[in-house]
Structures are given as C-alpha cells and as structure tokens.
C-alpha cells in the first residue's frame, strides 16, 4: 500500500470515528426565514458561499455537494432552492447515515473517496466543498476530479483550511512550544498548504472569480477559544488557557456566543477591507474554461 492510501487510509478512521461521536456538530438548518439567512451569512463565509452559488442555480441543473458531512451545507442550499438536485458525498458512511434525518429536499448519497470520483465526466452544473480539503492526502488529485466531474463553464464555491496561520502569533508559538500543530490535529487537517499554493492550484484549472483568505488575526478569542484553550494548556501558557477558557463559556452561551460570532465575522470583514490576509481558511468562486 502507497504512503497516500495509507493516509487515505487514517483519515477516513479519523472521519469516521468523530462522526460516530457526534464531534462534528456542524448546525443543520434550511430556514427560508430572509432575516435569519442574511445574519447566518454574515456570520458564516462557508454559508455565504453556498447561498450566493444556491441562487446562481438553473431549472434541472445537477449540484455536487463535495465531502458533505452531515449533509449542513446541501441543507442550506436547500434552503435557497428547495427544489434543488443535490448529490451529497464522502468518504464517511457513519455521516451519510445522518443525512437521512434532514428530510428538507431531494439529497442523493453517494460514499465515495473524492481522490477517485464515480461520476461521468461533465456531469455536474454547480460544485460546492466545506471544510473538506484539509484533510485530503493529495489536493491536485482531488481538484483533477473536480474538474473532470464538472460541465464546462460550471460555477464552483470552494473553501479550504491553509496553514498561513502558522506563521503568526500565537499559533506560531504554540507550535514552538509544544512541538506539533494541535489545532491541525485536532481538527483532522494532515496535509494543509499555504494560500498561495492553493490558489495556484485552482488558477492552473479554473477560472478565479474571487479568492480571499482573511487573517483571524483575533480568531484564538472570538473565533475558536475552545480549540486554543487545548494548545494553551499543553503549552503550559496559564495566563490565555484561562482567557480562553473564559470565551469559550461565553461561546456556548446562546445570546453571548451569538454576538461572539458576529463580532468575529465583523472582524474578518474588517480584516479584508484593510487587505490584511492568510489566516486558516480560503475561499473561492471558480468557473470552469469552457476550453
């Protein structure tokens, strides 16, 4: 067996095994409420995304929901065209058992490895991938499916984890200190590249509407503390383990953590205004060549 079947291998184990403890609790909801819409995708680049490319949908068009999970993005767009023609898939069975409890629209799993997808050439009109490509053992491989399964000039919505983060405080220093990327490890992400490799990548195969990656400069606190409070920890950093353990408190209030997100996703907007990028996630909208 090759080095990247066998890290195939590990990571379908690691999806699988995160499923089956309910780790991944990506919030499912199809609301068609326009005042609930518009504040989740303010709060959220991933559900922006989705929403934009959703409203970019055909009659009849065929949409490919790319390393689904438990189905919350193909949820979403069902919530924007709930006659949508979606086909949902991973790598993960223990997640595609948990699509069957959206009944919110017309969702065909399929359990596939996405290095080696079971679809015709040119099938789909609209492609979209969240919080997927960290945890592929080989990125070119997978967009050269992606490219291969959409139709041409097809619009795509991609969002990838990056490692730009590593390289500023305090992830750099936690890193240091510990000796290994905790956040990377406990997220599942084993082969994560830099912003610039990624959107070379997609440049070589798509054409680039728009690619952004903001900086979350302030993403330790009011982004993901729950996650930093465990790098604090190992680090023996006591001082932000507790600043972090505190916003993690308040990230699970409901009113508090709401306005927690908020004031985050404000910050990454802020962020990208002043052109302040590489943080650890990317985003982009492609269009395939139609050559």
């Known amino acids: ?69 438990n189905g919350a993005y193909s949820c979403w ?16 069975f223990t997640a595609l058992q948990s699509i069957t409890d959206l009944k919110k629209g017309p969702v065909q799993k399929v359990c596939a490895d996405i290095h080696n997808l079971p679809f015709k050439p040119e099938m789909f009109d609209l ?19 992606t490219l291969r399964v959409a139709k041409k000039g097809a619009n795509l919505f991609l969002h990838s984890e990056c490692s730009d983060y590593r390289h500023r405080w305090p992830d750099r220093t936690l890193i240091r200190r510990n000796n290994k990327d905790i956040l990377a490890e406990y997220d599942g992400h084993f082969s994560l590249k830099t912003s610039e490799s990624i959107h070379s990548l997609y440049n070589q195969r798509f054409h680039i509407k728009s690619f952004f990656s903001p900086a979350g400069i302030l993403g330790w606190i009011i982004g993901y503390p729950d996650k930093y409070y465990k790098g604090f920890k ?18 699970r209030m409901p009113i508090l953590g709401a306005a927690l997100r908020f004031l985050n996703a ?21 269009e395939k060549p139609d050559n």
């Open 77 to 92: 767009f069902l919530g924007n065209k709930p006659r949508s023609r979606i086909i949902a898939t991973d790598w993960s």
């Open 1 to 69: 067996m090759s080095s990247a079947q066998n890290e195939n291998s590990e990571n379908l184990a690691f999806s699988e095994d995160y499923h089956k403890a309910n780790k991944w609790k990506t919030k499912i909801s199809a609301t068609r409420n326009p005042l609930l819409r518009a504040l989740w995708n303010f709060c959220s680049f991933k559900r922006g995304g989705v929403n934009i490319l959703a409203s970019q949908l055909k009659n009849s068009q065929l949409v490919l929901d790319l390393g689904c999970g």
């Open 234 to 251: 190992e680090a023996r950093m006591h001082f932000f383990m507790c600043l972090t353990g505190i916003f993690t408190f308040i990230k």
């Open 127 to 145: 492609i979209f991938s969240i919080d997927t490509f960290g945890h592929v053992s080989d990125l070119e491989k997978v967009l050269n499916e």
């Open 266 to 286: 404000f910050t990454n907007r802020v962020e990208l205004y002043f052109g302040l990028y590489g943080g650890g996630s990317c985003f982009s909208f492609l």
